[in-house]
Nanobody
């Protein structure tokens, strides 16, 4: 059973930064590709950033140059977010794939507001 637990969300002012963490119950090298998704109220869940165990990364156009996805400590996937704006407000979810199954965490709320 794969478990993913996100943390690090919160309230931040426009222009601020946050780092989200996704703690996995197994090596993230075995859950590739992994990704961070966001879902704003009334909107569909959408991909923010994607990471593979070969070091490849990919970003949504709206976050390029502001967000960085990275894997560390074998079981943690990070999303470093900077220059945040109100449009980034959403619940952020971590996902990973194994054996044709996609696993999701419970999500962490990010609110960007003054």
């Amino acid at each position: 059973q794969v478990q993913l637990v996100e943390s690090g969300g919160g309230l931040v002012q426009p222009g601020g930064s946050l780092t989200l963490s996704c703690s996995a119950s197994m090596s993230i090298l075995r859950l590739s590709p992994m990704g961070w998704y966001c879902q704003a109220p009334g909107k569909q869940r959408e991909l923010v950033a994607r990471w593979t165990n070969t070091g490849e990364t990919d970003y949504a156009d709206s976050v390029k140059g502001r967000f960085t996805i990275s894997g560390a400590d074998d079981r943690i996937l990070y999303l470093q977010m900077s220059d945040l704006n109100p449009a980034d407000t959403a619940v952020y979810y971590c996902s990973g794939k194994r054996a044709a199954m996609t696993y999701w965490g419970q999500g962490t709320q990010v609110t960007v507001s003054s």
